[in-house]
């Protein structure tokens, strides 16, 4: 069966300091990956998608990016956090070519001080 | 443009009691409609898919509905519990493209 898998599921960040989030995903190939961020009382904002290595789709200008360096891992980046990329971040993916159900992780709570 | 709207952003029942949910959507083309729940710090799991030619579809004491004319669609919930305390996410399928409502947070209280 497929799992996926992201960590961590907690991080406390000083403001300038660098992120890496990290989501693999197991029992599936060639899924579509995503990444969400989820703010308090608002729905889930797409940020990057991508349908295979390398290829990154970014959905909104921002402070973050995104890469996949494998099939099945996708990571999201930040060279220097700002206080506005606190919040809830959730990697999902996506079989039958973009249009199955979509899968999500446990999520990332991150807080920048 | 494509929208997602659910009613009401948030709702306390006691435990036992029955409630419904609600969905409207403007997406084109449409291809299916899913309900998720997401309990407090966790990530959304699918509840139900509805697709076009679908009305109702059950899963254990949660039914969903689709009206594809109005384009809504509805969350009941019956004889709730407390483990029924969590965001109940629409998510409107165009395609490969997905429309996420905003959430309707539900807190069940004994």
């Known amino acids: 069966s497929q799992t996926i898998h992201q960590w961590p599921a907690t991080l406390v960040q000083p403001v300038g300091s660098p992120l890496s989030l990290e989501c693999t995903v197991e029992g599936t190939s060639n899924p579509n990956l995503y990444w969400y961020r989820q703010a308090a009382g608002r729905g889930l904002q797409l940020l990057f998608y991508?349908?295979?290595?390398?290829?990154i789709s970014s959905e909104v200008p921002q402070n973050l990016s995104a890469s996949r360096p494998q099939d099945r891992q996708f990571i999201l980046s930040s060279k220097k956090l700002l206080l506005s990329d606190s919040g809830f971040y959730l990697c999902a993916w996506r079989g039958n070519g973009g249009v199955g159900e979509l899968f999500f992780g446990e999520g990332s709570r991150l807080t920048v001080l | 443009k494509n929208q997602v709207e659910q009613s009401p952003q948030s709702l306390i029942i006691l435990e036992g009691k029955n409630c419904t949910l609600q969905?409207?959507?403007?997406?084109?083309?449409?291809?299916?409609l899913r309900w998720y729940k997401q309990d407090t710090g966790r990530g959304p799991v699918s509840l139900t898919i509805m697709t076009f030619s679908e009305n109702t579809k059950s899963n254990g004491r949660y039914t969903a509905t689709l009206d594809a004319d109005t384009k809504q669609s509805s969350l009941h919930i019956t004889a709730s519990q407390l483990s029924d305390s969590a965001s109940y996410i629409c998510v409107v399928s165009a395609g490969n493209k997905l429309v996420f409502g905003a959430g309707t947070i539900l807190r069940v209280k004994s």
């Open positions: 969905c409207n959507y403007t997406v084109s083309p449409f291809s299916n």
């Open positions: 991508s349908v295979g290595i390398g290829q």
